[in-house]
């Protein structure tokens, strides 16, 4: 059962990393939309707006909306997956060793 479940696990994450790479990929394809930030502030094109002109959405943009929503919930899952228990970072680290105990000599009287 356990073969099983740690197979699962790393199906899961080869699933997540070819994801990413997805995303990385799309994300880099898109057209960027900063060039025309020069004619918002000043400069001609007033039929513009501030960040460039609204386009429709494309394929790009759409693959960007649904490989973003697989990243997000992905690594939510894996991160709940992935926990071996309810145990801490430190949950099998000894702590600092007490420091030895020197016996205190009783007080004498008189002295």
Same mark, same amino acid.
């Given at each position: 059962m356990y073969n099983y479940l740690l197979m699962l696990y790393y199906l899961l994450v080869g699933l997540y990393l070819i994801v990413c790479l997805l !995303? !990385? !990929? $799309?994300v880099l394809m898109q057209q &960027? +939309? =900063?060039g025309d930030m020069a004619s918002a502030f000043g400069g001609g094109g007033s039929s513009q707006t501030a960040f460039g002109a609204r386009a429709g959405a494309t394929v790009l943009t759409r693959a960007t909306t $649904? !490989? =973003?929503a697989l990243f997000m919930i992905g690594a939510i899952f894996l991160g709940i997956y992935g926990q071996k =228990?309810? =145990?801490s970072v430190l949950s099998g $680290? +000894? &702590?600092p060793a007490a420091p030895a105990q020197v016996p205190v000599a009783p007080?004498?009287?008189g002295k």
């Open positions: !995303l !990385l !990929l $799309v &960027g +939309k =900063g $649904v !490989l =973003g =228990g309810p =145990g $680290v +000894k &702590g007080a004498q009287p």
